[in-house]
């Protein structure tokens, strides 16, 4: 896993550029504009001084927080990334149904993802990240997946889903969870409601009595309360 939290600087005041509103928090500012301009130009196209003007610093300032472009996107991963693994590790000592488990991983990280001040998913298609740097961002979500197929698994042995290729399912779960994210620009959903229905649908489609997921939902959300 990329650790951002060695490239960074506690938080203390600085200066801020004229005119440029600001959150009052430097640091989630410059992730913010950094995820705006990275979507937009690519990491290799966007510079460090157009991320400082972006989140209204100077760039001595923005230096004071991060040393490189690379640390900042580490940052921003580890944002995205933190949650879903640690909800996972978390599930290995809690005993519920996979369904119920499944329900609850898909609503947790899409809600998150739909609540950061960017948008990360640029990150999974552009050639530049397929790189070393970046091997322990794959590597991370390549566990993700394996739970994900994991638990699509003992759902079928556990007599909840119906057989499937339980690769190409977790596959499509993820990618539901991950891309769920473009529902919010402009469309007028909240994160909540994007969050529950991808994990309705997901965990809807794999269900061998479909009937069964009011029940499982508000398992799952029980779940998600306590992670």
Known sequence: MMKSTDNTIPTVGRPRASGKETSGDSRRDILT???KLFLKKGFAGTSLREIGEEAGLRKASLYYYFKSKG????????????????????FKSVTAPPAAKLWAYLYVDTRQLCLAPYDYTWFLTVSETRTEEF???WTARAELLNWIEKTIQDGIEQ??????DTNAAARAALSLDEFAVSWMAGGGKSPDFIATFVADFAVKALLRQPDDLAAIRDHGKRLAKTS
């Open 33 to 35: 504009a950094a995820g």
């Open 71 to 90: 640390h900042i996107l580490a940052a921003m991963i580890d944002e995205v990334m933190a949650p879903p693994l640690v909800l996972i590790d978390r």
């Open 135 to 137: 091997d322990s961002f």
């Open 159 to 164: 007599g909840e889903f119906t057989e499937i």
